[in-house]
């Protein structure tokens, strides 16, 4: 079988840095589009501490806009 970059995951020990860069994009994602939101959370492996992860921030943006779609 052959192994490419791109079928490697890489798992790291916990970085309290991750936090940190959590908050600098939260507030960039708030800066530009914080009348449009309800908020921006820290979500995934990253966002728990002390556990080993992925060392990928994973972000969700909760839209204040919603459609509701009829059935």
């Given amino acids: ?3 490419k970059m791109r079928d ?5 020990p916990y970085d309290p ?5 959590f ?3 939260k ?5 530009c589009v914080g009348d449009l939101i309800i908020g921006v ?3 995934g492996s990253t ?6 992860s992925k060392p990928i921030i994973d972000i969700d943006v909760v ?6 779609i009829s059935q």
Avoid: C, P, Q, T
């Fill in 27 to 31: 507030s960039m994602i708030s800066d």
């Fill in 8 to 12: 490697i995951v890489r798992v790291v």
């Fill in 63 to 68: 839209n204040r806009l919603f459609y509701v």
């Fill in 47 to 52: 966002a728990v501490e002390g556990l080993a």
């Fill in 17 to 21: 840095e991750w936090k940190a860069e």
């Fill in 41 to 43: 959370e820290h979500v």
């Fill in 1 to 3: 079988m052959d192994v």
């Fill in 23 to 25: 908050l600098k994009i």
